[in-house]
C-alpha cells in the first residue's frame, strides 16, 4: 500500500541482527494474493542498503502530496543506510524486521515491529502500555501495491507480536494518508482517537506533519476483504 505502505510516518527502527532464515508461511485467504511466490524472511545486515532503497523510494512515491517536496527530493539513500547501519549494531533483538524478495533475491518489502516506544516520538501524545507492541514500518515496491505482499508482511509481523506475549499492536499513520489508513482497517486495525504531529527531520525545518494513531488487538483472525496492497 503506501507507495507503500507507510512506515506510519515514525522515526524507522533499526533491526536485529540475526541469520534470515524463512519465517513460518503466513497463510493469506484465498483470492487476495496476486503475485509470484515471494518468500517472508527475517532481514539482515546484507539487506540494508535495498531497505534504504525501498524506503526513500516509497517516501517519495507514497508520501508525494503530503510532505513537503524539498524534504523528499533531499532524501539520501546513503544517509539512509548508514543510519539504518548504525542501528542495525545496536540492535538488542527486540525488534524483528522482514522483508520478502522475489525469485532474483531481490528485495521487494519490508516490515518492522516491535515494543512500542515507550519515551519515544509520540510519548507526549498518550500513555504507553508494556503489552502494546508497535508496527513501526512496511513498504512494498509501488509496482507491487495491489498484490497482496502489503497483507503478508502484516500478518508477518502480527504473528511475531502474537508470539510474544503482546496483547495489542499500535501504528501511527500520516492523517491524509487515506489509502494507508483503508489498508489499516481492513486489517483489523481502527483509529483510537489519539492524535500528534510529526517533527520529519527532526529539526523544525518544516511544517508539523499531523499523524493519528490506529490500534488492534490480537485476538483476532488473520487479513480480511480486499484492498491495495
Known amino acids: 500500500m503506501l507507495a507503500p505502505i507507510p512506515d506510519t510516518c515514525c522515526p524507522d527502527s533499526a533491526g536485529t541482527p540475526r541469520a534470515g532464515p524463512p519465517i513460518k508461511p503466513v497463510v493469506v485467504p484465498a483470492g487476495l494474493c496476486h503475485h509470484p511466490p515471494m518468500p517472508i524472511r527475517e532481514m539482515t545486515a546484507d539487506d540494508i542498503d535495498a531497505v534504504a532503497r525501498l524506503r526513500v523510494r516509497a517516501w517519495q512515491s507514497a508520501y508525494a502530496d503530503l510532505m513537503p517536496r524539498p524534504y523528499l527530493d533531499a532524501m539520501s539513500v546513503a544517509e539512509d543506510a548508514a543510519r539504518r547501519r548504525e542501528m542495525f549494531a545496536k540492535a538488542d533483538g527486540t525488534i524483528s524486521n522482514f522483508v520478502t524478495e522475489d525469485a532474483h533475491g531481490a528485495v521487494t518489502g519490508w516490515a518492522a515491529i516491535g515494543p ?20 513501526y514500518a512496511i513498504y512494498v515496491l509501488p509496482e507491487l501495491i495491489g498484490t497482496g505482499l502489503g497483507r503478508e508482511l502484516t500478518e508477518a509481523c502480527l504473528e511475531r507480536a502474537r508470539g510474544r506475549g503482546f496483547g495489542r499492536v499500535l501504528l501511527w499513520v500520516v492523517e491524509g494518508n487515506s489509502r494507508a489508513r483503508r489498508f489499516y482497517e481492513r486489517a483489523g486495525f481502527a483509529a483510537d482517537g489519539t492524535q500528534d504531529t510529526e517533527d520529519i527531520d527532526g529539526r523544525g525545518t518544516y511544517a508539523p506533519v499531523p499523524v493519528v494513531r490506529y490500534a488492534r488487538s490480537l485476538a483476532g483472525g488473520p487479513f480480511t476483504g480486499s484492498g491495495s496492497a
Open 116 to 135: 512500542d516506544r515507550i519515551g519515544g516520538a509520540h510519548t507526549r501524545a498518550a500513555p504507553r502500555a508494556e503489552r502494546d507492541a508497535e508496527l
